[in-house]
Every structure is written in structure tokens, then in C-alpha cells.
């Protein structure tokens, strides 16, 4: 099949540009380091507010879940950028893209630490109260070193997405990896010797990532 390909690879057009490849590849890397810590401090958030006492928090947590969940993060983006922030006047989309992103992120975060939770056998909760630990000694020491254990596999899953999802920032014109790319190609018309590289850059980013997730979870065994 390969053998009968006509296409003509030129990757010296395309080499004259590396740097706006280094570029947007460490901008990916910034914007998907801060967008996974910010989407964790999210989902825990909700996590614990789904099961709050009070209703307007609860209401609110799955309001904001099944709002996220329910559309297209590129819809997201559109109307969180050109709509809210613009209107705010935040003008640096950086930030407003990495906060997009973290959003999105933090609805799927939340139903992982949520299920993981939610797992635990109930005669842990009973046994800790038992004992006379308050709330925060039950899930610090007891609940949640189990929960992360069985969240881990779908966090790891979760926060590759959020790398690969960047992408879809360059609708608003943040030179990341995959805009950069994009204009290298529209420059050198040159397709191939432009996507092949991203496809290995996002590889890159993504499997340190499960490769050390794995490792962490035979060190917790």
C-alpha cells in the first residue's frame, strides 16, 4: 500500500520552521500543566459538593456537570471566550484558555473522584465515625488514600485528554502546538511534514503520563 504512495515528502521546507514547532509545543506544555492542576481543584470542589448538605450547592454542582457533559468543548470555547469573556473584559486568552480547558476538565474529574468515593464500602465511613474521627480525619486517613487508588487509571485517561484538547484552543488563536502547525502548513503547503510532527508531539507529552501513573499505582499496591 505505502509503496504505491505518490506523495513527495519535503521536510526541509518545513525544518526552516522548528522553532514555531518548539514554540507551540512548549505553550501546550504550559497551558495543559496549568489546566490539570486547576481541573483537579475543580472536580474536588464538586465532588464535595454534590454531597453537601446544603441544596442550592448541590443543585449548582449538577447543574454545572450536566452543562459541561452535555456539549462539545469546541462549543465551549466559543461561547466562554467570545461571550463571557469579552463581555468581562478579560482580554489575555491564555488564561481564558487554560480556565476553559480546566473547566471542561473538572466536570469529568468530578464524576471520577465522585465514583471513586462513592465505591468504598459504607462500614469504612461507619468504622472511622466509630472511632470518633471527624469528617475532614475520615476522608484525609481513611476514604480517600482508598479513592485514589481506584481513580488513578481514569484520572491518568482524564488528564491525557486535557493534552490532546488543547488543540481545540487555537479557534481563539493561541499559538499552541496544533495552531503553530497549522500555519507552518498553510506556509509550506507541506500537510504531512506538518501533522506527523505534532502527532509526535502530543505522543511525547502523553505517555510520560501513563507510563509513571502505572508506576505510582504498583508503588500504592
Not at 526552516?16 to 497551558?31: L, P, R, S
Not at 452535555?70 to 462549543?75: D, I, K
Not at 507552518?184 to 511525547?204: C, F, K, N, R, W
Request: glycine share 4%; with cysteine.
Amino acid at each position: 500500500m505505502f509503496s504505491s504512495m505518490t506523495y513527495n515528502f519535503n521536510w526541509a521546507h518545513v525544518y526552516e520552521y522548528k522553532q514555531k514547532f518548539i514554540n507551540g509545543f512548549f505553550m501546550t506544555v504550559i497551558i495543559s500543566f496549568f489546566a490539570l492542576i486547576l481541573s483537579f481543584l475543580i472536580g474536588l470542589f464538586f465532588a464535595y459538593a454534590q454531597n453537601s448538605k446544603l441544596i442550592i450547592l448541590r443543585f449548582f454542582a449538577r447543574f454545572y456537570i450536566e452543562i459541561i457533559r452535555g456539549t462539545p468543548l469546541l462549543v465551549q470555547i466559543l461561547i466562554f471566550f467570545y461571550v463571557f469573556a469579552n463581555n468581562l473584559g478579560f482580554e489575555n486568552r491564555y488564561i481564558v484558555g487554560t480556565c476553559i480547558l480546566a473547566i471542561f476538565s473538572g466536570a469529568y474529574v468530578c464524576e471520577i473522584i465522585r465514583a471513586a468515593i462513592e465505591s468504598i464500602e459504607k462500614e469504612q465511613f461507619e468504622t472511622s465515625l466509630s472511632l470518633g474521627m471527624s469528617n475532614y480525619q475520615m476522608y484525609r486517613y481513611i476514604i480517600f488514600p482508598q479513592a485514589f487508588k481506584r481513580m488513578l487509571p481514569a484520572l491518568t485517561g482524564q488528564f491525557a485528554s486535557i493534552i490532546k484538547d488543547s488543540s481545540l484552543l487555537s479557534i481563539i488563536a493561541i499559538s499552541e502546538f496544533t495552531m503553530n502547525a497549522q500555519e507552518v502548513d498553510a506556509i509550506t503547503y507541506s500537510t504531512l511534514e506538518s501533522y506527523i510532527p505534532l502527532a509526535i508531539g502530543y505522543l511525547i507529552l502523553t505517555y510520560p503520563i501513563s507510563y509513571y501513573t502505572k508506576s505510582l499505582e504498583k508503588k500504592i499496591k
